[in-house]
């Protein structure tokens, strides 16, 4: 299976020159280097482990979900544009777990031009994604031009906070104390230079990749949810007696997180990124030679819906993880986190953070599109930039409450 041999440790495929787009920061992530991967992805496994985000980053994680309650009643049940709310909710947590500091847009709900030029920013890369060394000489002879003004303007952000966050010396269980103490670690083992790329690389790393993913997978999983009121009601009857905000709990739902694999096969948030180069040598895979130096790639958009591994590989079936697994041919091809050494370093945070945030919503509100939506255009609508973006997603969210009431209202005047 293409998704698994990518990144397989039995190949010598690796990281494209795309990789190369921030130099001279990196990361695990920007690396192309397979040692200085393994050595800089130590530090991320350290960071993002099961026990730091269960007792760390996830509870500083439900504050946020309560501004998003918060963001939600204030709607008052006028239609909300979910991509924007979603994308305010997972900037304002990332920026929490990163650096310690709300970026605070779900309360005010507006942008924080910073982000949103970032995303038009990326919206204008997608086309030039695979010629990556013009998008570089645009950041080396134009760093002043417009949009590409804009790219530059989330990394002095990112650096910013950094520096605050220095400066503030403070000790804190965020990101950044992570980075900042690799980064006196390295000291006489590599230039100044070299370790302030990394910290910018790392910080960079884990706004973008944290958010950007999160806020396109909880945007599409409203609009599954509000398609498809039979699953969220199967959802909601999973939540009955049990408490929310349980991570543990929530992992063993099986509707839950069959709606969330659903939603991540068909809406997968990093639908093509993970681009490889062959070895100068080239090599086989299966019957196909494949000359040194091609660009390959396992679009993971195309391979979730292939009907050779999902039996009915259009459709929405949360079953399909749990009791019918006849549907699902290939369990190999379901990957949107990537697979082997390479794979998500936020998986388990993702998920987690996916779970806590469904089952409360689900929990609370009825979600519908509101009247004259036409609900196709969000899967018409779906472009690839760098990340996925559902087409624009407006959804009414009807407290549960207030359903309750409106049928015992009913109930009582046809007794009266
Ligand atoms: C639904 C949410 C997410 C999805 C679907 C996702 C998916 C992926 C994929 C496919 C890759 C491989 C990219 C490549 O090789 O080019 C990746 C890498 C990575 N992700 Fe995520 N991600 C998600 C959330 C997160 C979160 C919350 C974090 C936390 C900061 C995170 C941090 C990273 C890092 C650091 C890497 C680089 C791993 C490495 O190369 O060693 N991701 N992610």
Redesign the pocket.
């Known amino acids: 299976m293409a998704i698994v041999w990518l990144?397989s440790t039995k190949n010598e495929l690796t990281?494209t020159d795309w990789?190369d787009m921030v130099l001279p920061r990196t990361?695990?992530?920007f690396t192309r280097d397979e040692d200085e991967?393994t050595a800089?992805?130590r530090l991320?496994d350290h960071a993002?482990s099961v026990r730091n985000t269960n007792n760390i980053h996830i509870p500083r994680t439900l504050h946020h979900i309560k501004a998003l309650h918060e963001f939600i009643d204030k709607a008052n049940g006028e239609p909300i544009l979910v991509n924007d709310m979603m994308a305010w909710y997972t900037f304002d947590a990332?920026g929490d777990?990163v650096y310690g500091q709300d970026f605070e847009m779900l309360k005010t709900g507006k942008w924080r031009p910073v982000v949103k030029q970032q995303q038009r920013a990326l919206a204008l890369l997608a086309p030039i994604n695979d010629t990556i060394w013009i998008v570089r000489l645009a950041f080396a002879f134009a760093p002043f031009y417009g949009k590409i003004r804009e790219f530059f303007k989330i990394i002095d952000f990112c650096d910013q906070r950094m520096a605050e966050r220095i400066q503030s010396g403070a000790k804190k269980d965020d990101?950044a104390s992570y980075f900042i103490e690799e980064y006196h670690a390295l000291d006489g083992q590599r230039s100044l230079k070299e370790r302030k790329a990394l910290l910018s690389g790392n910080a960079v790393?884990?706004v973008i990749?944290?958010s950007d993913?999160?806020n396109p997978?909880l945007t599409a999983v409203s609009y599954f949810l509000a398609k498809n009121p039979k699953d969220a009601e199967k959802v909601y009857q999973e939540l009955q007696g049990i408490d929310v905000t349980d991570s543990i709990v929530l992992a063993n739902l099986p509707h839950l997180n069959g709606v969330i694999n659903e939603t991540?096969r068909l809406f997968?948030?990093?639908m093509t990124?993970?681009t490889r180069v062959t070895p100068s040598q080239g090599l086989w895979f299966d019957d196909t030679f494949i000359p040194g130096g091609i660009r390959v790639v396992a679009p993971?958009y195309t391979i979730m819906r292939s009907s050779e591994a999902f039996e009915d590989g259009a459709s929405f079936i949360p079953e399909r993880w749990y009791s019918r697994p006849e549907m699902v041919r290939i369990r190999a091809a379901f990957?949107?986190?990537?697979s082997g050494?390479?794979?998500?370093?936020?998986?388990h945070?993702?998920?987690v953070?996916?779970r806590l945030v469904i089952s409360s919503i689900v929990q609370k509100y009825i979600l519908e599109f509101p009247p004259g939506f036409d609900a196709e255009s969000v899967e018409k609508n779906l472009k690839d930039q760098v990340t996925c973006r559902p087409g624009p997603c407006w959804v009414v969210y009807k407290p549960r409450v207030s359903e309750m009431k409106r049928a015992l209202d009913g109930n009582y005047s046809s007794i009266i």
Do not use: E, V
């Open positions: 990144d990281k990789y990361s695990t992530i991967h800089r992805r991320w993002l990332m777990l990101l790393s884990a990749a944290g993913t999160t997978a991540l997968p948030p990093a990124i993970n993971k990957a949107p986190f990537g050494h390479r794979q998500c370093a936020g998986k945070l993702a998920l953070q996916l």
